[in-house]
């Protein structure tokens, strides 16, 4: 099955409005049916000094948000885009998914980075997500910056049917060596024989690149850092395959996750 991708590389404000602006003109040139992939925090703005959530005003994101659900729809795209939102009395660093129909999904970030541990609230579960294609259905999983260093989340997502990785980050670490980041993404891709959907900041001090590798490990495109653009690519998503994780020796290496709903499935697949 063909899907067509669309990843944005732009700057991240503070200014929810100005965020929002700059989303606007990413889908302005989105096409029916194609899935965008936006960075952390693109909505609600993100950075390492994150004192600034006590005047980020929670109204005013979720009237930016309603606003993105009624582009979406009207652009019939699916898209993927960072926040930090307010739930259930917390702060989350969230990924949200906005379907053509209207309908939204989240994933809550499980790894903190140790600026946001005490901040915000860590989510707790691994969900895949199916989209609804015109050619069919494609499900998929997602990750939040850091956890790009915890591959045993990838290997269980993938084990959960994901047929390809959204990854949004905020990556802008100014003493992180140059490619580390770029390797895992490519690691994340081969290991799991799984299309990794990178998206992050434009930013002086970008650390890893916006990408779309290949289950293969290929880098099918990728933006320079540092520069505002956009990736298109067309992904056969039944390039996907469970070669390598159908061979891994369950006799020797068992993992398993205890107190989890889905730790009877981890432990089987």
Request: charged share 20%.
């Amino acid at each position: 099955m063909k899907a067509s991708i669309v990843v944005a590389q732009i700057p991240i404000t503070w200014d929810i409005a100005e965020n929002l602006s700059t989303i606007a003109a990413v889908l302005a040139d989105a096409q029916p049916d194609e899935i965008v992939v936006l960075p952390e925090g693109a909505l609600s703005g993100y950075g390492s000094d994150l004192s600034v959530l006590s005047r980020l005003d929670p109204t005013a994101l979720a009237r930016a948000i309603d606003y993105v659900t009624t582009l979406v729809r009207e652009k019939a795209v699916h898209l993927f885009c960072g926040s930090l939102l307010f739930e259930h009395g917390a702060w989350w660093n969230t990924a949200l998914y906005f379907s053509p129909h209207g309908t939204r999904w989240t994933y809550r970030k499980i790894n903190l980075a140790m600026n946001e541990r005490g901040l915000l609230e860590a989510g707790s579960e691994l969900p895949t997500l199916q989209l609804h294609l015109a050619d069919g259905p494609l499900t998929v999983g997602v990750q939040i910056c850091r956890e790009i260093r915890f591959p045993e989340q990838w290997q269980y997502l993938a084990g959960a049917g994901a047929q390809a990785f959204i990854y949004l980050t905020h990556a802008a670490n100014p003493t992180e060596p140059a490619g580390v980041w770029r390797s895992h993404l490519i690691s994340r891709a081969a290991e799991n024989q799984r299309f990794v959907l990178a998206a992050n900041v434009a930013d002086p001090h970008q650390h890893c690149p916006s990408v779309i590798i290949s289950p293969r490990g290929e880098s099918l495109a990728e933006l320079p850092a540092n520069s505002a653009g956009i990736l298109r690519a067309t992904i056969d998503t039944d390039e996907a395959a469970s070669w390598y994780l159908g061979q891994r020796r369950r006799d020797v290496v068992h993992l398993r996750y205890q107190n989890r709903p889905t730790e009877q499935a981890f432990g089987q697949f």
